[in-house]
């Protein structure tokens, strides 16, 4: 299982969401590879992944960039909120 | 785990914005005052929201304001601006934003160990309300666990 967590830069945001999420997928028992990435490079960095986690505000970029892939596109609101990020990754891979 | 330091320089309570790039101007203003950036970053903050918008506002009235690392930060670091009126930066779920939290990294490796740091502090739902009504420099580091100056004990 590897999932990406994406930002516009690949600095910050998207390493508060790598490390949510691993919070959130060691709550939950289960395990992947979580990596950061940014706009420019999610197409390489998520080639082999099947969950991809960003904001509602880069959604639509993120699925631009990907163009065809089967990796499932989840949207955070709350980066912190390691609950959400585990609700939303159970329902996706759980 | 640990905060790069957060000195009285990086701290800014109860700043005035009228706009979110006043807000940002402000982080900007901070990291420059720390010494760890040069005014140019605040720009390049900016920039990174005009390119990809509000994505920044990470949770319910926190924006983290961030730029790539460049010559003009002069070494990683940390600022925390509060703002006495809440301003919008157009996201859909978490603004308005009350407290601009500004980072700076000087290679991309380095914040890994702060990001997760304040990710650390951010995961009390609790903090950011508490962040945007502290009225000093120490109240702002003790909810973040952070010290004045590096290899400080918090």
């Not at chain 1, 596109?73 to 329902?91: Q, T």
């Not at chain 2, 990294?105 to 739902?125: I, Q, Y």
């Not at chain 2, 903090?127 to 120490?138: N, Y």
């Amino acid at each position: 299982m590897r999932i990406v967590a994406v930002c516009g830069a690949g600095i910050g945001t998207s390493a508060i969401l790598k490390v949510n999420a691993e919070r959130a997928l060691d709550r939950l028992g289960l395990s992947a590879d979580v990596s950061a990435s940014d706009l420019a490079t999610v197409a390489v960095a998520a080639a082999d992944a099947q969950v991809i986690l960003t904001s509602t505000e880069l959604a639509a970029a993120v699925r631009a960039a990907l163009g065809r892939s089967f990796a499932e596109i989840i949207e955070v609101h709350n980066y912190f909120d390691v609950d959400e990020i585990g609700e939303k990754l159970e329902a996706s891979i759980g | 785990m640990t905060l790069p330091s957060l000195p009285d320089s990086a701290i800014r309570v109860g700043a005035h914005a009228s706009d979110w790039r006043g807000a940002v101007r402000a982080a900007g203003e901070a990291l420059r005052r720390s010494g760890a950036t040069r005014a140019s970053y605040a720009d390049r903050m900016i920039g990174v929201i005009e390119e990809f918008g509000a994505y920044v506002v990470v949770a319910p009235g926190l924006a983290l304001a961030h730029a790539r690392p460049g010559p003009d930060v002069l070494h990683g670091g940390l600022c925390v601006v509060t703002l006495v009126e809440p301003v919008a930066f157009g996201h859909p779920h978490n603004d308005p934003v009350h407290v601009v939290v500004g980072l700076a990294v000087s290679n991309a490796e380095e914040h890994v160990a702060s990001v997760a740091a304040l990710a650390n502090a951010f995961n009390d739902p609790t903090v950011i309300d508490r962040l945007a009504a502290a009225s000093t420099p120490d109240e702002v580091r003790a909810l973040l666990g952070a010290t004045a100056r590096a290899g400080e004990p918090a």
